[in-house]
């Protein structure tokens, strides 16, 4: 198994894109192996959460060093969080500890436990091309990339086009566009500018596109919407009963939830668009289940289990905003590594939609586990806030 680590480091937000969760990228660590990388949370654009005075705190059955750093919240940077540490939920601010939210690029850790589940079934190869399933897609500069390249963000596949944000005015946050009109758009964007892509498998740089893709393989293999799949596969056995797959016209979300801004405008209720790379809801209980059984071997074969964190024995690309300037960062199953100060390495996912920042990190043994979700105010990242949570929370 290959263990090769990023450093959480904040984004430079610029326009909602599919490479975080339909927007920009996640989080996380510095290499195990050669090198160091630099990983970046997904933050998507730079958001706002205004919201009704503050609940008192509810922190008391946290860990002393967790409770502390919740202690210090809400104020000028996050409005409200919620975390859920080893099976115990809480919150503070205007937010419950059994609160909705959207995930963000935490979808993708579905997707890709969705599509090793069809490798172990062999309805899907995980060296095949995957123009082989669907030609369609993919124009021919990209023939021989791989499923395996999608899954661990090798595909080089060119950057997302620019899809709704605050720029386009009132409304932005109820636009859409559908999977195949980002595909199209991007690949037309590439071949306009003349863009030659790189090697497949020579380099890894994050992208939500890669999600993309594979949600529509998944489509054309089985013949079923890849929404019933992950229902079938996952929410149900798994009993999820608060988290979902939306409609990119399902601007709702299921309450409890806490009431988010971006500029002054509630966005709340937005458009779920990014779909099978970003769009999903769920709750802190509902991630620790998943990711709970996705680390001990319940969702997937020992030989596809393996892959849930294996890292490609690549460099990161020049401007992957993840990775930068290290080795790759993000495994096959779809997560990324971190390395705690006390030198522990844990592994997870990061995501966002605007209003939320979230993520799940776990010791490899399960020892600890979180999950969180902040609502930011706009005023300064909360990078700082997102490390010292995980920080805290999985150190002995």
């Known amino acids: 198994m290959s263990e090769r680590l990023l450093s959480i480091a904040p984004e430079h937000p610029v326009r909602l894109r599919l490479t975080t969760t339909g927007l920009a990228v996640a989080a996380a660590v510095a290499a195990v192996t050669a090198g160091s990388a630099v990983a970046q949370p997904d933050l998507g654009v730079a958001h706002a959460t205004r919201a009704p005075a503050a609940a ?64 172990a079934e062999r309805r899907i190869a995980l060296d095949a091309a995957a123009r082989r399933y669907v030609p369609e897609l993919l124009p021919e500069a990209y023939d021989r990339v791989t499923v395996r390249q999608l899954l661990d963000h090798t595909s080089g596949l060119p950057a997302p086009a620019p899809t709704p944000g605050p720029e386009d005015g009132p409304g ?9 009109e980002s595909l199209r758009e991007s690949f037309a964007a590439a071949a306009a500018a003349h863009r030659t892509p790189p090697e497949p498998g020579s380099e890894q740089q ?12 998944v489509e054309k293999v089985t013949g079923r919407s ?58 802190a209980a509902d991630l620790d289940r998943f990711f709970t059984a996705l680390f001990r071997g319940r969702l997937l074969p020992p030989a596809q289990q393996k892959l849930v964190f294996d890292v490609p024995p690549v460099k990161s690309a020049a401007d992957n905003k993840n990775c930068f300037g290290g080795p790759a960062c993000y495994s096959v199953g779809g997560l990324m590594g971190y390395r705690l100060e006390n030198q522990e390495v ?26 969180y979700s902040l609502n930011s105010t706009g005023a300064a990242s909360p990078l700082p806030y997102i490390r010292q949570v995980v920080g805290a929370a999985l150190a002995d």
């Open 206 to 217: 994050y992208n939500g596109l890669n999600s993309v893709v594979l949600a529509l393989l």
């Open 346 to 371: 844990v592994w997870g996912k990061t995501g966002s939609r605007p209003g939320w920042d979230n993520g799940f990190f776990a010791t490899r043994d399960l020892r600890h586990r979180v999950a």
């Open 172 to 180: 932005w946050q109820f636009g859409s566009v559908t999977p195949e």
């Open 56 to 119: 008192p705190q509810r922190t008391t059955a946290l860990n002393p060093a967790l409770r502390e750093v919740m202690g210090r919240m809400p104020d000028a940077v996050v409005a409200g969080a919620l975390v859920r540490r080893d099976g115990t939920g809480a919150a503070v601010g205007p937010v419950t500890a059994d609160a909705h939210f959207r995930i963000g690029s935490v979808t993708k850790t579905f997707t890709h436990t969705v599509v090793l589940q069809l490798v």
């Open 226 to 283: 890849f929404t019933d799949e992950l229902e079938q596969r996952i929410i149900r056995p798994l009993h999820l009963r608060h988290t979902s797959l939306p409609a990119a016209d399902d601007l709702g979300i299921p309450s409890p939830h806490a009431t988010v801004y971006v500029a002054g405008h509630d966005v709340t209720e937005q458009s779920p668009y990014p779909w099978a790379e970003g769009g999903m809801i769920s709750t």
